[in-house]
């Protein structure tokens, strides 16, 4: 049987009542990545050997009775994550060949609950992009149609999760790069609440805005893999002391009167009309199922793009600044020291992370730093107040998860500007620091997958699985496959 079909849900009911092993669901997923990874090249590498070795190991805990909630489940990590003993290069040269001698916090918690995982993926380096065409290595292919990109930075996730070369995966999302890939590639994304889960071990980009968060098939699965993952961590000051309650717990309940809100703002001009008519269907089909729009404002949408991109570059130019040839990463000769600073950062990082060093670099500089930083951070707080005072009359809120459908490869990589707009509907739920996840909700006439976001309150990932899981189970685009 093609146990890589399966999601973690039904796999592990499986394993339970011990129909099939681990072995055979690892060995599946190997036999389908070996039959479709040089089309989509979704992972930077493989730990096949040692996915057998996790899930033999699955599989004698199981026959002993202990069983946990990811135990013989084959999953895979975005590469900006570490994992000890097994390279760690965030897709670029200066990272490549690191092998972290610890674990990240959440591939920490994967391995309590006995995953088996399956290799480390692709991203834009650094997860700086839209694409993955700014991999230092390779570009990931979308599974509905190889001419086209996945999506970014998560782009490797999300890919082998739609291509089924994994159960399921870890991505992080600093703009929209968890969100933005999972609708481009038609399988389920969530960034939780900024500091629901704990970063340590995630090589930051810009720190109040990273988050980690899970890429599935289904809503349940998600609900899964953020129970384990999320949690106070005494390692990340930012993660915060929230209880974490059961996020499958809701799972399946009504939505009969949830107050769904509709930002005029996210319906703007320029918007595929594939994906306006796929999104304001879903609308319908909330209501049909008893929710209840509203029409809300977030007035200060139209700043996002730009706050975003003073800020991120700002956070990446100070937390890039570690790799100088000396303390990190790669290392040029040069005539001089200063001269080998010079050539490692130029030989080591490729062209999108230099531009938003400099970018970054200029907006912190002497005599620009309150016009543009500080400035920045202000506009921040309006477009948290918009979220908050939306959610005085709402429960969650809906848009489209991207303007348009998955793009074609080379189409927008010699604009810069086309490219960050790619994430114009997914950047201010990362400024809010609230809670966002996108859904399969329709194709386009051209067989490609569109996306449904739901935004939910601070800490109320509880409603937004809800509210997502009812629209799922009442329409079948999760349960489509790509042909390949």
């Known amino acids: 049987m093609d146990f890589y079909r399966l999601g973690i849900s039904e796999i592990s009911a499986r394993l339970e009542k011990r129909e099939i092993s681990s072995r055979e669901v690892t060995a599946s997923v190997f036999s389908r990545i070996g039959s479709v990874e040089d089309r989509i090249r979704s992972f930077v590498t493989l730990t096949g050997d040692q996915a057998m070795d996790m899930a033999e190991k699955a599989d004698r805990e199981i026959a002993s009775g202990k069983r946990n909630t990811l135990s013989g489940i084959p ?43 399956t290799g480390k993926t692709n991203l834009d380096e650094f997860a700086m992009g839209s694409s993955t065409e700014n991999s230092g290595f390779f570009t990931t292919r979308n599974p509905w149609d190889t001419g086209r990109i996945p999506g970014g930075s998560s782009g490797g996730s999300a890919a082998a999760v739609a291509a089924d070369e994994c159960i399921a995966a870890l991505g992080s999302d600093t703009g929209g790069s968890i969100r933005q890939p999972a609708a481009l590639c038609g399988v389920v994304g969530m960034k939780p609440t900024y500091g629901r889960i704990s970063r340590y071990g995630l090589v930051a980009f810009a720190s109040s805005l990273d988050q980690i968060g ?4 289904n809503v349940r699965d998600c609900a899964v893999l953020l129970n384990v993952i999320s949690g106070r961590d005494p390692l990340d000051s930012t993660s915060a002391p929230v209880a974490v309650p059961d996020f499958t717990a809701r799972i399946g309940k009504d939505i009969k009167g949830l107050k769904i809100g509709i930002p005029k703002e996210y319906f703007i001009a320029g918007m595929d009309p594939e994906v306006e008519k796929a999104v304001r269907d879903a609308i319908l089909q909330y209501a049909s199922l008893g929710a209840i729009p509203v029409d809300v404002s977030l007035p200060h949408s139209g700043y ?90 709402v429960d969650v809120i809906l848009t489209p998860t991207t303007p348009t459908a998955a793009f074609r490869m080379g189409e927008k990589t010699a604009d810069p500007l086309q490219m960050y707009l790619a994430d114009i509907f997914t950047i201010s739920v ?55």
């Open 214 to 217: 899970p890429i599935t098939k």
């Open 75 to 117: 999953v895979a990590v975005k590469d900006n994550m570490c994992t000890k003993g097994i390279p760690t290069t965030c897709s670029s040269k200066m990272l490549q060949g690191f092998i972290p001698p610890y674990e990240s916090t959440v591939t920490s918690k994967l391995l309590e609950q006995g995953y088996v995982l």
């Open 304 to 393: 996002a793009v730009a706050t975003y991109y003073v800020l991120a570059t700002s956070e990446a130019s100070s937390n890039l600044a570690r790799y100088d040839g000396v303390k990190y990463g790669f290392r040029a000769e040069g005539k001089d020291l200063i001269d080998m600073y010079m050539q490692s950062r130029a030989q080591g990082f490729g062209a999108e992370v230099k531009r938003r060093i400099m970018l970054g670099t200029y907006t912190l500089s002497s005599g620009y730093y309150d016009a543009y930083y500080r400035k920045a951070q202000q506009v921040r707080t309006l477009i948290k107040g918009d979220f908050e005072n939306a959610f005085k009359t």
């Open 430 to 484: 990362n400024l809010a620091g609230v809670p966002g996840i996108s859904i399969p909700c329709g194709f386009t006439s051209g067989n490609l997958p569109i996306g449904l976001q739901l935004i939910g309150k601070h800490f109320d990932e509880e409603t937004l699985l809800q509210a997502a899981y009812a629209y799922e189970e009442s329409t079948d685009w999760h349960r489509r496959k790509p042909n390949l």
